[in-house]
């Protein structure tokens, strides 16, 4: 709330996808354990990230707030979007995505991230370039709905179109 508060009065701050430890008991409904999970503090350490919904008291705030997009807080890099219908102004993000699995379940989007932003720099360092800007644009890991674990695959998209080229 106090990063996002500079921008302007924070009328709500509600979080999602909170990671708590699996329960033996299946027949109960879900989302109440999830909640009797959350309120014990049973939260699992599994998941280092949660999603945020932040809703300003103006909407000029929102603009302002959007600059925060893919910064790091609290080391982590976080994404900041706004909800809602949206114009794909990013036309080529399908040919900068690349498709990874046979991740571990615990494998965490900064892990991911860093990985291949030292192999991507790795792979310019030996093409004789020098430009050290960051090539990853986001990460995603594809998740379970109930407890938020690794599924095992994920998306990177890049900031540039790379032609990887194996010897």
């Known amino acids: 709330k106090k990063a996002f ?22 027949s109960f409904d879900k989302k109440l354990l999830k909640k009797a999970a959350i309120i014990q503090n049973k939260l699992s350490d599994e998941k280092k990230s949660v999603n945020a919904y932040i809703v300003f008291e103006n909407k ?23 909800v809602g219908k949206k114009e794909h102004t990013d036309k080529d993000a399908n040919s900068r995505t ?21 192999g991507m720099q790795e792979q310019k360092t030996r093409n004789g370039l020098k430009n050290q800007e960051t090539m990853v644009q986001s990460v995603r890991l594809i998740r379970t709905k109930d407890t938020q674990r690794g599924k095992g695959i994920g998306y990177v998209v890049l900031t540039v179109n790379v032609i990887i080229v194996s010897n």
């Open 60 to 82: 000029d705030s929102v603009a302002k707030a959007l600059s925060l997009n893919n910064t790091v807080l609290l080391g982590r890099h976080i994404v900041v979007d706004t």
């Open 5 to 26: 508060s500079v921008f302007g009065e924070v009328k709500t701050l509600r979080f999602r996808s909170i990671s708590v430890e699996s329960t033996p008991i299946s």
């Open 98 to 118: 690349l498709f990874v699995g046979n991740l571990p379940f615990k494998c965490d989007e900064e892990e991911l991230r860093e990985f291949f932003e030292k």
